[in-house]
C-alpha cells in the first residue's frame, strides 16, 4: 500500500511539474517567438532544472505538440459545445455567433500557433504532425454539420460537409491574421461572424431550406 501511495504521489507530482512547464513555455513563446527560445529559458520560468524538462519532454517540438494538443482538444470541445446547444436542426446565425466567441479569444495563442506554422512549413516531419492536429477542429466542425443535414441546407458551393469545414477553418485562419497585424479584436470578431454566415448560409443569415 504504502509502495503504491508514493507512486500517486510521483504521479501527480510529475503531472504538475508538466503543467507547469506548458504554462512557462506558453508565455515564453508568446513573449519571445518560437525558434527564439532555449529550453533553458523555459526551465527558468518555470522554475525547474534541465533535469525536469527531459523527464517530461524529449525537444522544444515535442513540448510544443502538447501545448497545441491540449489547446487544440479545448477549442474542439467549445466548438462542439457551442454548435451541440441548436439540437438537430442548426441554428446558423446564433451557431456563428457562439463559435466565433470561443475562437477568437486569445491572442497570445495565435501568435504562438503562427510562429509554429512557420517552423512547421520548413520541416515535413512536423508539418504532418501540425496538419494532423489542424484536422481535429474540422472533425469537430464537419461531425456537427454532417448531424445537422436533413434539417439544415448548406449552400452548394460548399460541396461536402468536409468542404464546409475547411471554408470555416479557412475563414477564421485569415481574420486571425488580420488580428495579429491590428489588435482590433471587436473588428475582427465581426469579420468572422459576416464571413461564417455567409459561408454557411445564403448570405443574408438565414439557411436556405427556410427561405421563401
Not at 76 to 89: F, I, T, W, Y
Not at 150 to 168: E, N, Q, R, S, Y
Not at 187 to 196: E, I, N, P, T, V
Amino acid at each position: 500500500m504504502a509502495a503504491e501511495g508514493t507512486a500517486g504521489r510521483v504521479t501527480r507530482r510529475r503531472a504538475h511539474t508538466r503543467a507547469n512547464l506548458l504554462r512557462a513555455a506558453f508565455s515564453v513563446f508568446a513573449a519571445k517567438g518560437f525558434g527564439h527560445v532555449s529550453i533553458e529559458e523555459v526551465c527558468e520560468a518555470a522554475g525547474y532544472s534541465r533535469g525536469a524538462f527531459y523527464s517530461n519532454f524529449s525537444s522544444l517540438d515535442e513540448l510544443f505538440f502538447a501545448l497545441y494538443r491540449e489547446r487544440a482538444d479545448l477549442i474542439a470541445e467549445q466548438v462542439s459545445g457551442a454548435l451541440a446547444l441548436d439540437g438537430p436542426d442548426l441554428d446558423v446565425p446564433a451557431a456563428v455567433d457562439r463559435v466565433t466567441d470561443v475562437l477568437l479569444l486569445d491572442r497570445d495563442w495565435l501568435l504562438v500557433k503562427t510562429d509554429f506554422l512557420v517552423h512547421a512549413a520548413r520541416d515535413p516531419e512536423v508539418a504532418r504532425s501540425l496538419l494532423e492536429h489542424r484536422a481535429r477542429l474540422r472533425r469537430a466542425i464537419a461531425d456537427r454539420l454532417g448531424r445537422a443535414r436533413g434539417h439544415t441546407a448548406l449552400p452548394a458551393v460548399l460541396g461536402d460537409i468536409d468542404g464546409a469545414a475547411h471554408a470555416v477553418v479557412a475563414a477564421y485562419d485569415g481574420v486571425t491574421t488580420q488580428l495579429l497585424l491590428d489588435r482590433d479584436l471587436e473588428h475582427a470578431r465581426g469579420w468572422l461572424k459576416q464571413l461564417l454566415t455567409a459561408l454557411l448560409t445564403d448570405g443574408s443569415g438565414t439557411p436556405e431550406h427556410t427561405k421563401h
